[in-house]
């Protein structure tokens, strides 16, 4: 992480519609009322010994004034202290709540502290801090004391400088959009040169991020599902408070496909596909994003369709009668900014019904470490292992060495059925050049095949796995074949003439939560090797 400059303070020539006591120019804010509806259950509950947080599946008291620094907090990516800082978990509490928390934030977080750029002033925190706190002046204006509302438009305006400075244009990706998101907003909130400059580089920006972080199929860049719809999410708040003109109608073109992603990688029970890095619960609910969607721009949400191809994220969608397959055929995410990216090139997910059956790991938290390294390796992804060795280089929490390349063979899509025949050069700097060769095909009657080859090679183990939903049961008729069980859907599992064992295993479907589960474990050999399975609606 990069140190953060000193902000440096903007000599503002005011072209006052109002002002606070501070003589910061505003402007009318009522156009801008958050764009999502406040959680039923607050993250942040007053307790007679203080204050409990809850985020990331976890729990810390931190007592009354608020201990915002403490040192247990201190480790890793310190992800839930960010999420403590972030302050986006606000709309759920009283005036009275409110008011005690912020104020104790800015007595308690000076921004020259030592490290106060790694959480408190960290300007992704930032981002997502000041668009929380103009929210929710927006929203309680009447109901709050003046006094404070000039003490937190001041602080608003000081950490809207510092952000101005310290954009994160050195990480990229999903954090830049929630800057230029924070910019909009300030630019809207604000009346003065400042707010101008904050409107310029906001659509300087964006011009430049909508080429560089949206594929030309709609996809966001990093390919994680869970952070598109984020993207998504902060794009539909830029639209609104963007001016008219040709980037707000590029930005609308952009949308439009973006949406028809967050439709088609949603499963039937509602949640985003979890490729690559995200959760369950870690943004808003696809069906939320889709309609706020619609009541932004006036356009009907788009639906799921039945069959689709990706070509430029490398994913492949098909909805068979009563199921769904998502398909990763792509590499693993861009060059620039593997960050988010796991091992999981050739790997599926599969939902019968309303129900998912097979799935991706997940991830349990950012920090490094063992949970970490196996969220992101390849033995943990429905695809195929030589000597248990992960297709691309990762290493510490985010980054990556060497990466997997994938040579698209063959691609059919249709309303009777997906064919994708593909190979990656993962394996290639082992002995012998091994090429993984994977070729999946599925009928609209409920019938998915898989033929793995393992072209070259010198003697590597070749093993694929399938990690099975926490709730389904396992049938095993016998060698060679399994009825997996979930509710009152059934699907039989085939692999014949191979090694087919069941293995203890974990699946994290959100941050900080780990559930006990199953994995299918198919030996096919030593490589060159061939094998193949099936899975068919019983």
């Known amino acids: 992480m990069v140190k953060r400059r000193m902000f440096v303070a903007v000599n503002s020539r005011n072209c006052v519609v109002r002002t606070n006591a501070n003589n910061v120019p505003l ?84 921004p020259y502290r030592a490290g106060y750029w790694l959480d408190g002033w960290n300007s992704y925190a930032i981002s997502i801090r000041v668009v929380s706190w103009m929210g929710e002046l927006a929203r309680r204006r009447s109901s709050l004391d003046a006094r404070f509302v000039d003490r937190l438009e001041h602080e608003l305006h000081m950490q809207l400088q510092f952000l101005l400075n310290n954009l994160e244009l050195d990480i990229g990706g999903n954090h830049v959009i929630k800057n230029i998101k924070a910019l909009y907003w300030g630019s809207r909130y604000f009346n003065s040169s400042f707010a101008n400059l904050m409107e310029i580089q906001a659509d300087r920006l964006l011009a430049k991020e909508l080429d560089r972080q949206i594929l030309a199929d709609g996809f966001h860049f990093e390919l994680s599902p869970a952070y598109h719809s984020q993207v998504f999410a902060d794009l539909l708040d830029v639209w609104r408070l963007m001016n008219v003109g040709v980037l707000q109608k590029r930005l609308s073109l952009v949308l439009a496909s973006m949406a028809q992603v967050v439709a088609d990688m949603t499963h039937p029970d509602e949640y985003i596909s979890l490729f690559n890095d995200g959760g369950l619960t870690m943004t808003h609910p696809p069906a939320q994003v889709l309609a706020a969607y619609s009541l932004v721009l006036g356009k009907s949400a788009p639906t799921a369709q039945r069959f689709t191809s990706y070509s430029s994220a490398g994913y492949y969608i098909y909805r068979g009668s009563k199921y769904l397959l998502i398909y990763d055929a792509g590499r693993v995410g861009p060059d620039g900014l593997p960050a988010h990216s796991h091992g999981d090139i050739f790997s599926f997910e599969l939902s019968v019904a309303c129900d998912r059956f097979i799935v991706d790991a997940g991830v349990y938290e950012y920090n490094s470490g063992d949970r970490r390294s196996r969220s992101r390796s390849t033995a943990m992804h429905n695809t195929l292992t030589l000597d248990d060795i992960d297709q691309c280089e990762f290493w510490d929490a985010f980054r990556m060495g060497r990466r997997a390349q994938v040579q698209v063979n063959e691609v ?127």
């Open 27 to 110: 402007r009318s804010i009522d156009s801008i009322l958050p764009l999502w509806p406040a959680p039923v259950l607050s993250r942040a509950v007053s307790t007679p010994s203080g204050w409990q947080f809850n985020f990331l599946n976890q729990s810390h008291d931190l007592g009354r004034p608020v201990d915002w620094h403490r040192a247990e907090l201190n480790k890793g990516t310190r992800l839930w202290k960010l999420h403590l800082h972030y302050f986006d978990w606000i709309d759920a509490l009283t005036d009275v709540n409110l008011v005690e928390l912020v104020d104790d934030w800015i007595e308690h977080n000076p």
């Open 412 to 538: 059919c899509v249709s309303a009777k059925y997906l064919i994708v025949d593909a190979e990656h050069n993962g394996y290639s700097h082992l002995h012998g050049k091994p090429r993984h060769r994977r070729r999946i095909e599925s009928s609209f009657d409920g019938l998915v095949r898989v033929y793995d080859e393992v072209i070259g090679g010198s003697g590597q183990q070749v093993i694929s796995r399938l990690l099975l939903h926490p709730s389904v049961n396992i049938e095993r008729l016998d060698p060679y074949r399994l009825i997996l069980h979930r509710g009152s859907m059934s699907v039989e599992f085939a692999a014949e003439g191979v090694s087919l064992s069941i293995e203890k295993s974990v699946w994290w479907p959100d941050f900080g939560k780990e559930e006990e589960t199953y994995m299918l474990v198919i030996q096919l050999g030593c490589a060159p090797a061939k094998g193949s399975y099936e899975i068919r609606l019983y």
